[in-house]
Every structure is written in structure tokens, then in C-alpha cells.
């Protein structure tokens, strides 16, 4: 889909509850940049922000964390 990203922690981290405080605070400064250039980009109507964790979830790279907008 045409806006659709994928945002990754810099270190390989495959577990959410591993990642630092640091890393977290980075990944959302990340999602909220990313939600301001979308949205002047291309002005959707709304956003879906989202994590899929472990393979019985749907990850397609279970062993590396990541955010999808």
C-alpha cells in the first residue's frame, strides 16, 4: 500500500519486553515523525500503527521487532 512502512529498532531484538527504555522512547519519536510526514504526504483519513508479535501472530520476521504504519 502506498504509505505503508515498517519501523526497526537498530539492535536485533526478536522480543518487545527486551527492548531498553531508550529504544522504545527512539521508536516513538520514529512512529510520530512518520505519522506527520504520512499525513502531509497524503492526507489519509486515519492511520493503523501496529506490532505483530510472534509467528502465531502474523510477524513475518518474528525474530526482529518491528512497527508497522
Do not use: M, W
Not at 527486551?18 to 510520530?32: V, Y
Amino acid at each position: 500500500n502506498p504509505g505503508h512502512l515498517l519501523i526497526i529498532p537498530n539492535r536485533h531484538v526478536g522480543e518487545f519486553t527486551d527492548l531498553k527504555r531508550s529504544e522504545l522512547h527512539e521508536l516513538n519519536e520514529l512512529i510520530q515523525l512518520t505519522l506527520r510526514v504520512l499525513k502531509d504526504a497524503y492526507e489519509p483519513a486515519g492511520f493503523n500503527v501496529g506490532l505483530n508479535l510472534c509467528s502465531a501472530a502474523g510477524a513475518g520476521i518474528p525474530e526482529h521487532i518491528h512497527y508497522h504504519v
